[in-house]
């Protein structure tokens, strides 16, 4: 359409657009930015089409067995032969989704029992992977608190600028990640918090930061909750690798003690990746209110929010993940696989540093010990990335960060030898 035309005049063939006199006519579309692509889901198409057999995928986060493969966990088939054997009708669920998955999830969050579940001041829809929980979220923000700016740490996962962005907020980086150091900038973040606006939503990692796989200790938690509260600022957590730091139960830290200490917060969390149900786009947002007349006015502004979006999540999903957290045979295993899983990826760790270190006497590669769950931000140039895909097959994002669950017992030396070759 030509600009200021108002309208489409259909025109010749091919359904060109007419432009006023003297324009070249256009055909709909023809003006459209070509999209550039995700940067991540970009470079694991790119390694599926390489065809060298000892290729090694650091880009995703996605957790690989041993033999490389993306493991369907024992409870999750069991939930699934479960609801075949029951073969169900597949009614649309409720705008907010299984009361099954959600009063789960809130256990899972928050600890049965827990004062804010138990006084009803959580409001929780199940929603399309946490992706849709933090755009759902970020939705309600824009409608309902719409001065309010988001802050996400230096650096965060790519897309959480994406998204806020993609829903009309104003997005601004805090200092996080000191790579001087290789721990955070505590000081300056929280100076950083400090001058915020009442009001502004603070997007914070729960655990298992991604990129950097560095986190806020307990003691540094507990020292930004007056901060939050005294400024008036929102949290909110992403929680999306539940199990994959200390555990189930240490990993929802964050959390616990903000809703302990009172604070109105947001929780998005994910199954994607501690059920390894990446594609059932399994995930939660929970609003944590003052108190239940809240929390119901909160939830029914989700529910609107969602029905002129994508209208009701996904029914299977609902069923694996409410079968295995509330069943206790299946949450005992899914318990153990979690556990296995996040201790391969310690032992990971482990090895490619203890090859580093061999190969690479003078420098320091001890954050690959300290840093928690999938991701490890190496510290290594772009030029160095790029030599390690074309020179070794190691694919990894640009930004140096890797993903540990890519590596198994047959890659790691490879990968390790790899990375000393490039740092050389
Ligand atoms: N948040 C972070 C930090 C992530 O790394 C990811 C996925 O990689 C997500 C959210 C989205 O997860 P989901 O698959 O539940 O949409």
Redesign the pocket.
């Known amino acids: 359409m030509s600009a200021g035309s108002g309208g489409l005049s259909r025109g010749g063939p091919g359904g060109q657009v007419g432009g006023a006199a003297g324009t070249a006519p256009r055909t709909v579309f023809g003006h459209l930015e070509p999209y550039a692509g995700d940067p991540i889901l970009s470079l694991n198409a790119a390694f599926q089409a390489d065809p060298r057999p000892d290729k090694v995928n650091l880009s995703i ?1 996605i957790y690989f067995d041993d033999a490389g493969r993306i493991p369907v966990l024992d409870c999750v088939r069991r939930a699934e032969a479960q609801m075949l054997e029951e073969s169900g009708p597949k009614p649309y669920l409720p705008i907010e989704g299984s009361a099954a998955m959600r009063k789960a999830v809130q256990g899972l969050l928050f600890g049965a029992g827990h004062e804010a579940v138990a006084s009803g001041r959580v409001a929780t829809l199940q929603t399309v ?3 849709g929980g ?1 755009r759902v979220g970020a939705d309600f923000i824009r409608r309902w608190l719409p001065g309010a700016q988001v802050w996400i740490s230096d650096p965060s ?1 790519d897309n959480h600028r994406a998204m806020f962005e993609g829903a009309g907020l104003a997005v601004h980086a805090y200092p996080y990640y000191d790579a001087a150091t290789g721990g955070v900038r505590l000081d300056a973040m929280r100076d950083t918090l400090a001058g915020l606006p009442a009001g502004s939503i603070v997007l914070l ?1 729960a655990c298992c930061h ?1 990129p950097t796989g560095v986190d806020l200790s307990r003691a540094q938690w507990e020292a930004l909750v007056p901060l939050l509260r005294e400024r008036g600022l929102i949290p909110y957590l ?1 929680l ?1 690798y539940q199990g994959y730091g200390d555990g189930i139960e240490e990993d929802a830290f964050a959390l616990r003690l903000l809703a302990a200490a009172g604070l109105t917060f947001f929780v998005a969390n ?1 199954f ?1 990746k501690s059920m390894s149900v ?1 594609g059932e786009r399994a ?1 939660a947002l929970s609003v944590v209110c003052a108190d239940r007349a809240e929390a119901e006015l909160v939830l029914g502004q989700l529910k609107a929010t969602v029905r002129r979006n994508y209208s009701s999540p996904s029914i299977h999903a609902a069923g694996i993940v409410a079968r295995v957290l509330a069943d206790p045979v299946l949450r005992a295993s899914w318990e153990a696989d979690v556990a296995a899983m996040r201790s391969r990826i310690q032992a990971m760790r482990r090895a490619l540093h203890g090859v580093l270190a061999a190969k690479r006497p003078g420098r320091d590669f001890r954050y690959f010990l300290t840093q928690r769950g999938m991701f490890s931000y190496t510290g290594l140039a772009a030029a160095q990335v790029d030599r390690l895909r074309e020179e070794f097959g190691v694919y990894l994002v640009r930004s140096g960060r890797i993903c540990v669950a890519g590596l198994n017992s047959g890659n790691v030396e490879r990968t390790a030898a790899a990375i000393a070759a490039v740092v050389a």
């Open positions: 986060g992977g946490s992706s933090l996962w990692h991604n992403d999306a994910s994607s990446y995930g």
